[in-house]
């Protein structure tokens, strides 16, 4: 809102023209040639997939435009550069099942599958049911640490995923949700050359129950995890 005041107040037509969507971006907000071209193929994937989005959302030349310009832009914001992560993307959209056409958004989330193979960690559908697996065979070990975890990444995003699941009592889609935010954290920390520690032992986080069976659940947890504490 400031540099729309400030360009109105200013005069700027490029500022304007810019804001709009309409003029010439600045230089990190534009994909390369080649990129370009990566989304022009896209839109032409998109229109077979879904063909209503030619009679309505792109139904002119000019709406197609605009569209490019918006997803473009969106790409650029959230690291999606590479054919790979556009091959995900298209993946999902076939798939869908839906005859609406996505949202640069979905799109996008679709897109990081790529990026999350690349860095060896699972997607959302595989986080939710690694989480599940660890609930159905968790009593088997003595404790997390000697889980058969594949990777240190599994660790810290699955123990951390049960333990919110059951301080919060949450549905399936509100744990969903929590694996797709808890994977993003996860790559940002890997792409940046973070190296993620190994399995250790946490302290166990306690919380206010909101009920008698909550704390009686409460109880149960702190002694099974003394009991392996003590047995190790």
């Known amino acids: 809102m400031r540099q729309l005041v400030s360009a109105i107040q200013n005069r700027d037509g490029n500022a304007l023209a810019r804001l709009a969507g309409d003029g010439p971006q600045p230089a990190d907000r534009v994909l390369k040639e080649g990129d370009e071209r990566l989304v022009d193929a896209l839109f032409s994937s998109l229109k077979q997939v879904f063909p209503a989005?030619?009679?309505?959302?792109?139904?002119?030349?000019?709406?197609?435009?605009?569209?490019?310009?918006?997803?473009?832009?969106?790409?650029?914001?959230?690291?999606?550069?590479?054919?790979?992560?556009?091959?995900?993307?298209?993946?999902?959209?076939?798939?869908?099942?839906?005859?609406?056409?996505?949202?640069?958004?979905?799109?996008?989330?679709?897109?990081?599958?790529?990026?999350?193979?690349?860095?060896?960690?699972?997607?959302?559908?595989?986080?939710?049911?690694?989480?599940?697996?660890?609930?159905?065979?968790?009593?088997?070990?003595?404790?997390?640490?000697?889980?058969?975890?594949?990777?240190?990444?599994?660790?810290?995003?699955?123990?951390?995923?049960?333990?919110?699941?059951?301080?919060?009592?949450?549905?399936?889609?509100?744990?969903r949700v929590k694996c797709r935010a808890e994977l993003r954290k996860m790559l940002q920390r890997i792409e940046a050359g973070e190296d993620i520690p190994e399995p250790r032992k946490q302290l166990l986080k306690l919380s206010i129950p909101s009920t008698n069976e909550k704390a009686l659940e409460g109880v149960a947890l702190l002694r099974a995890r003394l009991k392996a504490a003590r047995s190790s």
């Open 53 to 175: 989005s030619v009679s309505t959302a792109w139904k002119n030349p000019a709406d197609e435009a605009n569209a490019k310009r918006q997803w473009i832009a969106a790409f650029a914001e959230n690291g999606i550069h590479s054919k790979q992560q556009l091959s995900a993307g298209m993946k999902h959209a076939r798939a869908s099942g839906s005859p609406f056409l996505p949202s640069p958004g979905q799109f996008i989330e679709w897109c990081k599958e790529a990026s999350f193979s690349a860095a060896g960690m699972p997607d959302e559908d595989e986080l939710y049911s690694m989480v599940m697996t660890y609930c159905a065979k968790r009593g088997d070990y003595a404790s997390p640490e000697q889980y058969p975890w594949k990777n240190n990444a599994d660790y810290w995003m699955v123990t951390g995923l049960y333990s919110m699941m059951r301080a919060g009592n949450l549905s399936e889609a509100e744990l």
